[in-house]
């Protein structure tokens, strides 16, 4: 059983610019959540997905967008980079969106804004 | 809003001791809890969850929590610790949709 994966582990990117975070979610799941974590701190609910619709947002500006695929992968694109948006980009799958299955991580993208 | 708060951001223990990391909770319903751990340059794993249906919940790595509804509570717990269990710990509540709410983090130290 392949986990989740994430690509890439380590990016440095500048201010003002876009940035696209992949994620290939567990087999069988159809369920694909993004976090941020910035440093010292819980990881904040970014977005869902749940089957290619989007099913619930956090409180993330318009800037932070995704998709996800009909193999049920996953994108995060953030625009405009601000300095704010270092952190470290986690991606969980689970086998619902609307249950008490548990969700599964990835290692996380580490994102830099210089 | 449901969330979950973590007293405590660092904890140290020697090796051997009890391990007690402390969770509570705020929600409007019976609400479903979790605990993962973090290690170095990781992503989160899953120790354990309560889903409603026993009180005392048994995770991986020998660690446990109990749910109670009394005192707003589900801390974590280990009788004996192991330089292996050095790590941040998160407890997290899930709102609805399955998208969790996490709390702030308690970095664990464990002392020879």
């Known amino acids: 059983e392949t986990g989740v994966t994430q690509s890439p582990t380590h990016l440095i990117k500048t201010r003002g610019q876009q940035v696209t975070l992949r994620c290939s979610s567990q087999?069988?799941?159809?369920?694909v959540s993004w976090y941020q974590q910035a440093l010292g701190q819980g990881p904040q609910f970014i977005f869902q997905?749940?089957?290619?619709?989007?099913?619930g947002r956090g409180n993330f500006p318009p800037r932070f967008s995704g998709l996800q695929f009909p193999n049920y992968s996953s994108e995060l694109n953030v625009n405009a980079l601000e300095l704010d948006d270092s952190a470290l980009y986690l991606c969980?799958?689970?086998?619902?969106?609307?249950?008490?299955?548990?969700?599964?991580f990835g290692d996380g993208t580490r994102l830099s804004i210089l | 809003a449901q969330s979950v708060t973590q007293l405590g951001s660092h904890v140290s223990v020697s090796e051997g001791a009890l391990v007690l990391l402390r969770c509570n909770y705020s929600?409007?319903?019976?609400?479903?809890l979790f605990w993962y751990v973090q290690y170095p340059n990781q992503g989160l794993q899953l120790l354990l969850k309560?889903?409603?249906?026993?009180?005392l919940v048994k995770g991986i790595n020998g660690f446990e929590a109990e749910f109670k509804k009394s005192e707003t509570s589900f801390h974590l717990t280990k009788p004996s610790a192991h330089m292996s269990d050095a790590a941040e710990y998160f407890c997290?509540?899930?709102?609805?949709?399955?998208?969790?709410?996490f709390g702030t983090g308690t970095q664990l130290k464990v002392e020879l």
């Open positions: 969980a799958s689970s086998l619902s969106g609307d249950s008490n299955q548990p969700q599964h």
């Open positions: 087999s069988g799941h159809n369920t």
């Open positions: 997905y749940y089957r290619e619709e989007e099913n």
């Open positions: 929600s409007s319903v019976p609400p479903y």
């Open positions: 309560y889903t409603s249906a026993a009180t």
């Open positions: 997290a509540v899930r709102r609805g949709g399955n998208k969790l709410t």
